[in-house]
Nanobody, 115 residues
């Protein structure tokens, strides 16, 4: 089992920045990709970004050029630097980890961007 704990959410004005972090604990051997998803009120959860254990990164079109994902394999952490935030980025952000055939989720952290 892998436990994921997110931190770093909060309230920010449009154009501002936030950095989210996610720490994995438990049986972390074999975690391949880690990433972030988000879910806004009344909407489905959507993909934001991911990074493999080898460092390959991928982003949703909506966040390309504004968000940067990074990972520390030794510490089993993944971070999401979010710049130029927009009100439509408001959502609960969830950390995600894929290990062998299993997928794990964190509890989520709220990000609110005011206009």
């Amino acid at each position: 089992q892998v436990q994921l704990v997110e931190s770093g959410g909060g309230l920010v004005q449009a154009g501002g920045s936030l950095r989210l972090s996610c720490a994995a604990s438990g049986s972390t051997f074999g975690i391949r990709a880690m990433g972030w998803y988000r879910q806004a009120p009344g909407k489905q959860r959507e993909y934001v970004a991911s990074i493999t254990s080898g460092g390959s990164k991928d982003y949703a079109d909506l966040v390309k050029g504004r968000f940067t994902i990074s990972r520390d394999n030794a510490e089993n952490t993944v971070s999401l630097q979010m710049n130029s935030l927009k009100p439509e980025d408001t959502a609960v952000y969830y950390c995600n980890a894929k290990q062998f055939s299993s997928t794990y989720w964190g509890q989520g952290t709220q990000v609110t961007v005011s206009s």
